[in-house]
């Protein structure tokens, strides 16, 4: 039994010693250099591969960029024919459009500025109301069928935007504000107030329908000498109308510039 145990440990001892022999590490040293070599090997074939195909590409490329590029550039092209007047083109009644225009893309508010001698007026124009845009929708259409207007009279009727006027003197914080909206024919004056500084109780307001005939007349003409008239409201109009246009426009313009760097 005892030399059955010690044949049994030589024979344990000898696959112990083949096991760490540098034989076997040697061996198993080789199968994976040839592992590594195989797979830098592979990668060569794709790179090789790929750079094959290259010149191809960018051709390609090059042609889609400019088939873009020549169709964007077609847009363009039609987007300024279409675009509204800017803020510094003649009005209808023949002078320059005074005010500068505040117009910021995904705002709905619109801003407008300017100095007349010692004021400062700025308009504050309003975006629409849903179910005011409804009411109007529907008076127009009873209109049209009533009345049988023509599309140029249909055009001018629709014109139709609230704003706010204020006008202001010196830096004391206090000014004249006007609740009024614009047609194509006429500036109606809804309210009327002057404000004070932030924190004073002296404001007033009133219903400007309340005020006698004179005064009403003498206020008309208060806005009008400052830029407040029908024709501003039409230009005004005209530009709201178009503001999709122009974002659009500078989209194009974007989108352009990007594909050609």
Not at 36 to 62: C, D, H, M, T
Not at 94 to 115: A, C, M, N, Q
Not at 218 to 246: M, Q, Y
Request: charged fraction near 35%; proline fraction near 3%.
């Amino acid at each position: 039994m005892s030399l059955f145990r010690r044949a049994s440990s030589s024979l344990a001892t000898l696959a112990f010693r083949a096991v760490r022999s540098p034989v076997s590490l040697r061996s198993g040293a080789v199968s994976a250099e040839r592992l590594i070599l195989r797979n830098q090997q592979l990668s060569r074939r794709s790179v090789f591969s790929f750079s094959r195909f290259s010149p191809e590409i960018a051709v390609a490329k090059r042609i889609a960029d400019e088939n873009l590029v020549s169709v964007l550039e077609s847009e363009i092209e039609c987007a300024v024919h279409e675009e509204a007047p800017d803020e510094n083109d003649v009005m209808e009644d023949g002078t320059l459009f005074p005010f500068e225009i505040i117009d910021t893309p995904g705002e709905g508010t619109l801003f407008l500025t300017r100095k007349f001698e010692d004021e400062t007026i700025q308009v504050e124009v309003s975006p629409y109301d849903d179910d005011e845009e409804e009411e109007e929708e529907e008076e127009e259409e009873e209109a049209e069928e009533a009345e049988a207007q023509s599309d140029d009279e249909d055009e001018e009727s629709s014109v139709r935007i609230p704003m706010v006027v204020s006008v202001s003197k010196g830096d004391d914080g206090v000014c004249l504000e006007f609740g009024v909206t614009g047609y194509a024919d006429e500036t109606v004056i809804d309210t009327l107030s002057i404000k004070q500084p932030q924190g004073s109780e002296n404001e007033g307001a009133c219903d400007f329908e309340d005020l006698n005939e004179n005064l009403q007349k003498a206020f008309h003409r208060f806005l009008e000498i400052r830029g407040i008239k029908p024709s501003f409201t039409r230009f005004l109009a005209d530009h709201v109308a178009n503001k999709d246009s122009r974002v659009y426009l500078q989209w194009l313009k974007d989108v352009k510039s990007f594909v050609e760097k």
